[in-house]
């Protein structure tokens, strides 16, 4: 049973350039939601996605965005990248329905660094 | 005011002691409660959840919830040197809807 998957494992980019990170989520999982890590804190979350749509989302500025494709895999992209948005990027799969609170199932994580 | 807050580490027990990690969080609303172990370097990874009022039992491991207080604690008996990491508490926040709440941390250690 695959787990959550994550891609790239690390990346590093420069002040200014975008960047795109891509997650499957577990088998059976139809809700992915992004979460950036910094060193030493806790997980903040980003976004949400379920059926292809921006369900919730964090205090993160516009240049986060992301998509839903319909197999249920998501990709998260930030532009104009900034020093402070390097951190540990998570994916987090989960199951979505109305009334269901189900834990998170986490990715391997994608480190970012912007130098 | 953050909202899920954490014993402050790091917190050291000599292995075969129970270690006592604690987490509050503020809004009352909040329905699902979670312990997540992240190990340096990695993804944190699902130990416990708790629903309801008590205590629930697995293995070595023991989550406690109290609504009330708004308090919610991981007992880990018979300690191991593997379990040293940062756990994490998460909660599901009504306001959130499906989203979680983590709090900053608790990193342990366990002295062989």
């Known amino acids: 049973d695959a787990g959550v998957t994550q891609s790239p494992t690390h990346l590093i980019k420069t002040r200014g350039q975008q960047v795109t990170l891509r997650c499957s989520p577990k088998?059976?999982?139809?809700?992915v939601s992004w979460y950036q890590q910094a060193l030493g804190q806790g997980p903040q979350f980003i976004f949400q996605?379920?059926?292809?749509?921006?369900?919730q989302r964090g205090n993160f500025p516009d240049r986060f965005s992301g998509h839903q494709f319909p197999n249920y895999s998501s990709e998260l992209n930030v532009n104009a990248l900034l020093l402070g948005d390097s951190a540990l990027y998570l994916c987090?799969?989960?199951?979505?329905?109305?009334?269901?609170?189900?834990?998170?199932?986490f990715g391997n994580g994608t480190r970012l660094t912007v130098t | 005011q953050k909202e899920v807050e954490q014993n402050s580490g790091p917190l050291s027990v000599p292995e075969g002691a129970i270690a006592s990690l604690n987490c509050t969080y503020s809004?009352?609303?909040?329905?699902?409660f979670f312990w997540y172990r992240q190990y340096s370097g990695k993804s944190p990874e699902l130990i416990m959840s708790?629903?309801?009022?008590g205590d629930k039992e697995d293995g070595r491991f023991t989550a406690q919830l109290n609504k009330a207080s708004q308090y919610v604690s991981l007992l880990i008996r018979d300690s191991q040197p593997s379990d040293s990491a940062t756990y994490l508490c998460?909660?599901?926040?009504?306001?959130?809807?499906?989203?979680?709440?983590f709090g900053p941390g608790t990193r342990l250690s366990v002295l062989p």
């Open positions: 987090a799969s989960s199951l979505g329905g109305q009334g269901i609170i189900s834990p998170l199932h």
């Open positions: 996605y379920y059926e292809e749509e921006e369900r």
């Open positions: 809004d009352r609303g909040s329905q699902s």
């Open positions: 708790i629903y309801s009022n």
């Open positions: 088998s059976g999982h139809d809700t």
């Open positions: 998460a909660v599901n926040q009504k306001n959130y809807g499906q989203n979680f709440v």
